[in-house]
């Protein structure tokens, strides 16, 4: 994957977890629970989307990786690489 | 009752010939059945009756997602009512608002929506959702109307099976009389249309209702009943002291005048006729009321052999062999609508105290001898010009019986 396609598949699992926003204006380097409303639940979502989907699994201590759309992106791109 | 006399100044519900008295009214009064068939979850298509309100009118769609069915139809009702009470939250003490949810089982339908998630990545449980617990916990739909509403005061799920709709509303006044609360939200409502189980559960007891036509499939009273019709649905009241409604200028659609709850402790599933008709006897005499005063019997029956018999022989035992009340029946319309139907019901009958006509009961072809009681008011709706008092059955597993007696405000 690309890290276009990375940024794309996380603003999917994003979308589904707040419907009610709009992500056109994402600011990719902003925390994502300030812009969006996201509490420590929709990041558990975040979370288990992605074991769902692409077999990643995220260990606990390394949540607040995934606290901007930049850091999530860098933090994921590995994994996305390898799947 | 001594004290404080309790009345209803709002009403919210969702069924499925309607998402609002005026319009579940009138599809009573037109015989217009709301029954239809579904498919659950491993299971062959099933009557049942099914409600499409608009949960978005109240509710983000993350809450949608984050929330249950069951809080879904209990924020649409509570926030239905609350604006039919003409009560504006931002006037209130919010920690004098009191929340009481009927509800017949809760949590199902989340489980079984898990085990069927967790299915797909061969039972690993590393994939169940985080949302379980919350979503599960008893008190979760009254909760979500408290979450969406801002609400402060006690809440609860009055788990009481299928009298539920008279526990909440019984719990809610309560809670009026005693002081705790100014205003009570409360009632039932039911999601029990999404798990398959309560579907499959009542097939094996045989006691799950088929008919070609899924719209004649729920038929209390009548020879060719074939047992229950689930549905989904919800009807929430405000209730208020009548000193305060009366204060503020409320419109009250009636007075609760009597109450009572009791068990049967005779069987896990069959009623128990005695004990029902001690229940409505309670309810009429702690009303200040004689059998005579009741003008209209609005029936639990669900279409059920065993059921609607003995609810029948419990009547008897209250009004006499030739009962003088109108008696009616509204799941021959929507289905049983679990923890809402008492609920639902009442509401289906508060218009006679304005429109004076008894809905009907449909699909009532060929009366069951042993239901033959001379009140029924069939196919048709019938005039009850000034009738003043409506009596309102709820019965429900494990033996619990509730019955409600409201008047004319």
């Known amino acids: ?83 | 009752m001594a004290g404080d006399t309790i009345v209803m100044t709002g009403v919210g519900l969702t069924s499925p010939i309607g998402d609002d008295l005026a319009t579940y009214r009138k599809n009573l009064l037109a015989g217009v059945s709301g029954v239809t068939w579904i498919e659950p979850r491993y299971m062959d298509r099933v009557p049942a009756g099914v409600c499409n309100f608009e949960a978005t009118r109240y509710q983000k769609r993350k809450e949608v997602r984050r929330g249950t069915r069951a809080g879904s139809i209990s924020i649409y009702c509570a926030r239905e009512a609350f604006a039919d009470a003409g009560l504006e939250m931002a006037t209130l003490d919010r920690s004098r608002v009191g929340v009481f949810v009927g509800t017949t089982e809760h949590g199902n339908v989340e489980t079984e929506c898990e085990i069927a998630n967790i299915k797909e990545f061969d039972y690993d449980t590393r994939y169940w959702t985080h949302h379980h617990n919350p979503r599960t916990v008893s008190n979760s739909p009254a909760g979500e109307v408290c979450l969406n509403m801002g609400i402060h005061g006690p809440h609860l799920c009055v788990g009481s099976a299928c009298a539920a709709g008279n526990a909440g509303v019984i719990y809610g006044m309560q809670q009026l009389i005693l002081g705790d609360v100014d205003v009570a939200i409360c009632g039932g409502v039911s999601e029990s249309i999404h798990t398959f189980g309560v579907f499959a559960g009542f097939r094996a007891q045989t006691a799950l209702a088929m008919h070609e036509d899924p719209t004649k499939a729920c038929r209390p009273f009548d020879q060719d009943r074939t047992g229950i019709v689930v549905s989904e649905g919800g009807c929430l009241y405000v209730l208020e002291r009548r000193r305060d409604a009366e204060a503020r200028g409320a419109k009250i659609y009636a007075e609760v005048a009597g109450y009572a709850l009791n068990t049967d402790a005779t069987d896990f599933v069959l009623p128990n006729a005695e004990r029902q008709a001690e229940c409505m006897t309670l309810a009429i005499q702690r009303a200040g009321m004689t059998p005579d005063d009741i003008d209209l019997i609005s029936t639990h029956a669900t279409a059920t052999r065993e059921g609607d018999i003995r609810e029948c022989e419990a009547i008897r035992r209250v009004f006499g062999d030739e009962p003088k009340p109108l008696i009616n029946n509204t799941k021959s319309f929507i289905g049983h609508a679990m923890g809402a139907a008492g609920a639902l019901e009442l509401a289906g009958n508060l218009p006679t105290f304005v429109d004076d006509l008894v809905h009907p009961t449909i699909n009532l072809d060929h009366i069951d001898p042993a239901c033959e009681l001379p009140g029924i008011v069939s196919g048709e709706p019938c005039e009850a010009k000034g009738a003043r008092c409506i009596l309102n059955s709820s019965f429900g597993m494990l033996g619990i019986n509730a019955a409600l007696v409201v008047k004319r405000p």
Do not use: C, W
């Open chain 1, 1 to 83: 994957m690309t890290q276009d396609e990375t940024r794309q598949a996380i603003l999917d699992i994003i979308a589904e977890i707040a419907p009610d926003e709009d992500l056109r204006n994402l600011d990719d380097d902003r925390l994502l629970s300030d812009q969006f409303g996201l509490d420590s639940m929709d990041f558990l979502d975040i979370v288990l989307e992605l074991r769902k989907r692409y077999q990643i699994n995220v260990p606990e201590d390394e949540y607040p990786r995934l606290q901007t759309m930049s850091s999530t992106v860098e933090y994921l791109q590995p994994h996305f690489a390898s799947a």
